[in-house]
């Protein structure tokens, strides 16, 4: 597999989870009980750096042997 391959796939998984993102932000609008409001918070609390991190690693391997590309430090060594 190569890295644009497995950029491609990121980014896909990137649109999944933003998905869900948008449709539990939906439903905790919906939501009358209180108690559920939080459970769905908290769930997307969660995705969210997953979401952040799947667009980041996206970026990264698809730019990974560009020149001039300066590369996120949280993934470099």
Not at 13 to 37: M, P, T
Request: glycine share 2%; aromatic share 10%; charged share 30%.
């Amino acid at each position: 597999m190569t890295l644009q391959q497995l950029s491609q796939q990121y980014w896909e998984e990137a649109q999944a989870l933003h998905g869900r993102i948008v449709f539990l932000r939906q439903e905790q609008d919906r939501c009358d009980d209180r108690e559920s409001a939080e459970l769905l918070r908290r769930r997307i609390r969660e995705l969210e750096p997953l979401h952040r991190q799947t667009r980041q690693l996206a970026e990264l391997t698809a730019r990974y042997y560009d020149r001039g590309y300066h590369k996120n430090a949280y993934y470099t060594l």
